[in-house]
Structure formats: structure tokens, C-alpha cells
């Protein structure tokens, strides 16, 4: 069993950055999968990006690429979401969620786990 919690969000102006962390408690990340998804009023859940201590490999949403970066912290129970250049369309609550195995990440139906989500509001 894993739990999650997300921290981080905010209101911000557009350019701005945020740093989210997703921490686990129970156990580490080390045997996971780490994805970020979001979801903004009156829209589905979308995935943000990915990360893996097992194959050690990253994924991102076409929308997020070159502006947002996952990584693994240190202890193997922390992932950080990084968003620079924020949008007015980046705003929604942001989830983490972990998922057994590296692939098919985009589909939320592969994790088991996942927190409560952190809001982040990006004002024009």
C-alpha cells in the first residue's frame, strides 16, 4: 500500500514556475512507476508526464515538453513535478499517482495509487 501527497500548488502569474512534490509514505517508489496527471474544470484527466526508478526513463505530454521536468528525489519516496513558463491553460489540480511496471502511461486505468491532488492557478 502506498499513500500520496501532493504539495506545492499555487497561484501564479503566467511565466512564472512552480515546483510540485508528490511524497509516498508506506513505501518507496523504488519498485513504481510516478506519474503526474491533471484536471481542469469540465475536462478529463490528462496525463502531464512520467517517471521510473526501474528503467529509469521520463515521459511528457506534447503540451508540457521543454517546459515542465519530473524527477526522482534522492530518498526514492519523493517525485518533484518542475513547471516553468506557466500557462493560463496549465491551471487545474494536479495529481500523482503510481503504477506498477513502465508502460501505457498515459492511461490513468494503469495506477493504483494516487493522491488528492494540489491546485495550481496560472492568472494572464
Known amino acids: 500500500q502506498v499513500q500520496l501527497v501532493e504539495s506545492g500548488g499555487g497561484l501564479v502569474q503566467a511565466g512564472d514556475s512552480l515546483r510540485l512534490s508528490c511524497a509516498a509514505s508506506?513505501?518507496?517508489?523504488?519498485?513504481?512507476?510516478v506519474g503526474w496527471f491533471r484536471q481542469a474544470p469540465g475536462k478529463e484527466r490528462e496525463f502531464v508526464a512520467a517517471v521510473s526508478w526501474i528503467v529509469r526513463d521520463t515521459d511528457y505530454a506534447d503540451s508540457v515538453k521543454g517546459r515542465f521536468t519530473i524527477s526522482r528525489g534522492n530518498a526514492k519516496n519523493t517525485v518533484y513535478l518542475q513547471m516553468n513558463s506557466l500557462k493560463p491553460e496549465d491551471t487545474s489540480i494536479y495529481y500523482c499517482a503510481a503504477a506498477t511496471g513502465w508502460g501505457n502511461l498515459h492511461n490513468d486505468n494503469k495506477y493504483s495509487y494516487w493522491g488528492q491532488g494540489t491546485q495550481v492557478t496560472v492568472s494572464s
Open positions: 508506506g513505501r518507496t517508489f523504488s519498485t513504481y512507476s
